[in-house]
């Protein structure tokens, strides 16, 4: 692999002298890109989870019916969260600060 490396920069050299450095640049900045666009979409399409996630049967599912629902609220600004899902026992964050839980009784 080093041995084609020796006349691929000679040639590289060549070029760039004698028609502008451009020519040689830029096939290498494309190649560049594309290997960082290709790798993040490699990395989009796997199904992986995020650390510290647990695991499927860990999760706590509110029962449809159940007739109550946990509303999560930040006190400063007053956005509210839903979660259909709940991973842990922790209220999530936002604005740097522990969200409120609130529940509502559904009528």
């Not at 050299?13 to 028609?19: E, H, M, N, P, S």
């Not at 666009?37 to 992986?48: C, E, K, N, P």
């Not at 600060?97 to 559904?106: D, K, P, V």
Request: net charge negative; charged share 20%.
């Amino acid at each position: 692999m080093v041995l084609l490396l020796i006349p691929a920069a000679g040639l590289a050299v060549a070029v760039g002298v004698l028609f502008g450095w451009r020519w040689v640049l830029a096939p290498l900045l494309g190649w560049a890109m594309l290997t960082w666009l290709l790798a993040s979409l490699r990395v989009l399409g796997r199904d992986a989870k995020a650390p510290g996630m647990p695991d499927e049967d860990e999760l706590e599912v509110a029962p449809v019916g159940s007739g109550e629902r946990t509303l999560f609220w930040c006190e400063e600004c007053g956005t509210e969260v839903l979660l259909l899902v709940r991973g842990t026992s922790r209220a999530p964050s936002h604005c740097g600060q522990r969200m409120h839980e609130r529940t509502e009784i559904l009528n």
